[in-house]
Nanobody, 124 residues
Framework: QVQLVESGGGLVQAGGSLSLSCAAS????????MAWFRQAPGKEREFVAG????????YVPDSVKGRFTISRDNAKGTVYLQMNNLKPEDTAQYYC?????????????????WGQGTQVTVSS
């Protein structure tokens, strides 16, 4: 089994930055795709970033490109999401997810493991 625990959420003003962390425990995730999703009230869960097991391949959708960066440290079992120039529409619960194998999917149904989420609120 795999456990994922997110941290780093909070309240920030528009234009500010936050860094989220996802600590993985259980079996090794060194061969897994890791991703971040977010979900705002009344909306579907949305993919915001994914990273390959080596960290050499990353993917972020156009909605956050240039503002969000994903990285991982396999030695620490941690995945990070650096969020810059935050906007009120970035307000959501942010979730860490993992799946075995390639490629990086942007559909939540392709991920096997999920954290409990961390809240990000961006004030205008």
């Amino acid at each position: 089994q795999v456990q994922l625990v997110e941290s780093g959420g909070g309240l920030v003003q528009a234009g500010g930055s936050l860094s989220l962390s996802c600590a993985a425990s259980g079996r090794t995730l060194n061969s897994s795709i890791m991703a971040w999703f977010r979900q705002a009230p009344g909306k579907e869960r949305e993919f915001v970033a994914g990273i390959s097991w080596s960290g050499g391949i990353t993917y972020v959708p156009d909605s956050v490109k240039g503002r969000f960066t994903i990285s991982r440290d396999n030695a620490k079992g941690t995945v990070y999401l650096q969020m810059n120039n935050l906007k009120p529409e970035d307000t959501a619960q942010y979730y860490c997810a993992a799946r075995d194998g390639f490629p990086i999917y942007d559909a939540a149904t392709n991920y096997d493991y999920w954290g409990q989420g961390t809240q990000v609120t961006v004030s205008s």
